[in-house]
């Protein structure tokens, strides 16, 4: 049996509240928070039958490492992923044999490139969410991991999205290709701009880390290069930022999504 890991923060716990209350062993909340967050937090815990304790700032603080606990915190079992991005693929191409052309779910892959920082990779994880993202591919020798960090920041999608690091990036984008799926990376020197790419069809959407970008490899790699306009002084954005202008992009050509 895998090693209980602990989550934080109302978000990340909320999620696994929400989604798979069974696995989860315990939850700390502090008492000395008693507004009315933490009172509806602690009413959907009762609800759940899970176990409650009460911890302090200061012990919340020890267990996760982080004073951005919010008051709350859980103990938690390991929920069973997916194992592969092979497995991941192979599902979605049977989920879609038996439904006509225009039912089938094109895939939708963010690749990121050397996003060492945990707060960037959590927050790329939340947009990934959003946009209904199948998977986040990152090379295992320049990227963060999943820590508490990132799942705090994610805000419950380090539980939703599969997360895969690869040891060669490139030859796993070469193997998207070979599953027709379109790979279309992020460049400031693109003489095309992402809002000229058709993202209708399946795709994967590779971006680099802020200020270095893409390595040379990858972008050779891609099918395509597109850049985000960029109409002020800036030069580039964030890359949780720039993920999700080119999902929602793809969320958008799609016609995918429901009004808030």
Not at 60 to 73: D, E, F, I, K, N
Not at 165 to 183: F, H, S
Request: hydrophobic share 45%.
């Amino acid at each position: 049996m895998s090693t209980p890991k602990t989550l934080f923060g109302f978000h990340a716990v909320g999620v696994r509240l929400k989604t798979a209350p069974k696995s989860i062993i315990e939850i700390y909340a502090d008492p000395a928070r008693r507004d009315a967050r933490m009172r509806q937090f602690v009413e959907r815990v009762q609800e759940a039958g899970v176990r409650l304790l009460e911890a302090d700032g200061a012990r919340l603080a020890r267990m996760t490492g982080s004073h951005g606990h919010q008051g709350v915190a859980a103990r938690v079992n390991e929920i069973a992923q997916v194992h592969s991005l092979d497995e991941l693929l192979e599902t979605l191409e049977a989920s879609n044999a038996a439904l006509p052309p225009e039912k089938r779910t094109q895939a939708l892959i963010l690749v990121l490139d050397g996003v060492t920082d945990p707060h960037n990779l959590g927050a790329c994880l939340r947009v990934a969410d959003g946009a209904g993202v199948h998977a986040v591919i990152a090379p295992k020798d320049h990227a963060a991991g999943i820590n508490a960090t990132v799942a705090k920041v994610a805000s419950g999608a380090a539980e939703t999205v599969p997360y895969f690091m690869v040891t060669n990036l490139a030859r796993t984008l070469n193997e998207l290709k070979e599953r027709n799926i379109w790979v279309i990376g992020t460049s400031d020197q693109a003489t095309s701009t992402l809002y000229q790419a058709d993202l209708k069809v399946p795709v994967a959407l590779v971006l680099g880390a802020e200020g270095d970008g893409m390595r040379a490899l990858t972008a050779k790699t891609c099918d395509q290069l597109v850049s985000i306009p960029m109409c002020g002084a800036v030069e580039s954005l964030n890359v949780s930022v720039a993920s999700g202008v080119c999902l929602y992009e793809a969320v958008r050509q799609r016609g995918l999504g429901k009004a808030a």
